[in-house]
């Protein structure tokens, strides 16, 4: 597992073993806040930071914790990163906090988080497991952001808020996209074209 | 050491260590957190209060207070609150906090700004959410409009007001039936709160008898009971 260099375990996380779409994990945030490219952009940066620092974390403490009590010493490393975002999330950005509402507490039981502490930090040296949680973490961000973008375009015509399909459009916009249905469909049709890609 | 005490030392380690970073961030974040609180029910009154020339934050009923003449911030922040807005003196109008407990998402706390007097008509400037938990670009289009215009300057009748689905008068945004319900019976339940209370101030605050679903939890707080234990305080 470590004859990978520092740029490939960077970047295993944004494509080939990229979190969302292709090992399948964090699923409850990708499909439910994503009805917005912002909301995505806000969730993927809290998933980054906490993923890093538990990562992190995790790895300096990974000859410390005994393999019988990991998973709980795992998770509370990981839920006081959670409620340490929330906290300043509400304090300084409080729009994006309100947006996002119950997501960022649920981010302590994203798979993905707890996966990548089980399966590579709690293996792997300090520097590894930080260039592991900030690929993961920005490979998540850039799929769910897809998504969002997406999503607000077909079911809103806008990004970020602005418009950009223009008044017609937006009077008659896809609302089934903004519905959860939408966000299985967008998912699955990235999945489609993620797997067609590989496969060539 | 013992396996099994290894196993507590650690973890009660790393949860000491934990409760220590969050208490550092919790008192760090305190501040800000109340202040971003109060700024957004402070810019939210400006947006729906008519022109006033007092300061609504001094002159509120926190409708069931233990206490109705000095209510504490945290029975502010989770019970109906009554702002008065005067202009010269007369009342111009108020906003009234409400707790909806039914959201899409949980309950949802709405502030709806009203214009004219308590004991003639009512009638609606506009709403913000302070709290919720609604889909965002779906049940937040109750803040859009054209379902949020429906409600500048719509005088509000006596009684509880409802959607066209539960038999009443207000069209519901498709998909969103049920925050479209929030806002409108939000709207019926503060004209009727502001009906009751508008202009009274913190000193004349409605007290036991004013909001009568909270009466009972608030009843005997200012005056002494006749009852086995009351008598005690004369010693």
């Known amino acids: ?200 | 050491m013992p396996k099994e005490l290894r196993y507590v030392v650690v973890l009660t380690l790393i949860a000491g260590g934990s409760a220590g970073l969050l208490a550092t961030v919790h008192e760090a974040t305190r501040g800000p957190i109340a202040a971003s609180r109060k700024a957004r029910t402070i810019q939210a009154l400006q947006a729906v209060l008519p022109e006033f020339d007092n300061v609504p934050t001094d002159e509120r009923v926190v409708v069931g207070a233990a206490d109705p003449a000095a209510p504490t911030e945290s029975e502010a922040n989770r019970l109906p609150v009554v702002y008065t807005a005067r202009k010269g003196g007369r009342v111009a109008g108020g906003a009234v906090q409400v707790i909806h407990p039914r959201g899409y998402g949980g309950p949802v706390k709405v502030l709806v700004g009203l214009e004219g007097d308590p004991a003639g008509t009512v009638k609606v400037r506009g709403y913000r959410f302070l709290e919720h938990k609604e889909t965002p670009g779906l049940g937040t289009k109750a803040l859009e409009p054209p379902f949020a215009t429906q409600f500048e300057g719509f005088e509000v009748p006596a009684g509880p007001l409802k959607v066209k689905k539960d038999g009443g008068t207000v069209d519901a945004i498709t998909g969103a039936t049920i925050t479209s319900r929030v806002v409108a019976e939000s709207i019926g339940e503060a004209a009727r709160l502001f009906r009751e209370h508008g202009g009274r101030g913190v000193l004349r605050a409605g007290g036991p008898a004013g909001g009568d679903a909270a009466a009972p939890a608030s009843g005997g707080g200012a005056e002494p009971e006749p009852g086995p234990g009351a008598g005690g305080d004369h010693e």
């Open chain 1, 1 to 200: 597992m470590s004859d990978r260099t520092a740029v490939q375990e960077l970047r295993k996380g944004l494509w080939a073993e990229n979190p969302l779409l292709v090992m399948v994990l964090g699923m409850c945030p990708a499909l439910a806040v994503t009805t917005t490219m912002a909301n995505g952009l806000g969730m993927g940066a809290a998933v980054i930071f906490v993923l890093t620092c538990s990562n992190v974390v995790i790895s300096l403490l990974r000859k410390v914790i005994p393999s019988a009590v990991r998973i709980p010493a795992f998770i509370v490393v990981i839920a006081s990163f959670v409620t340490m975002v929330d906290l300043v999330m509400e304090g300084f950005l409080p729009d994006l906090h309100r947006s996002l509402g119950v997501f960022i507490p649920l981010i302590v039981v994203n798979c993905i988080i707890l996966a990548r502490a089980e399966a590579f930090a709690s293996k792997n040296s300090v520097w590894r497991s930080a260039l592991d949680g900030l690929g993961m973490g920005v490979g998540f961000t850039l799929a769910i952001t897809t998504l969002g973008a997406i999503r607000e375009l077909l079911g809103n015509g806008t990004l970020l808020g602005v418009a950009v399909l223009g008044q017609g459009f937006q009077s008659h916009a896809a609302l089934v996209m903004i519905l959860p249905p939408g966000g299985f469909l967008t998912l699955g049709l990235l999945m489609a074209a993620m797997q067609a890609r590989k496969g060539r």
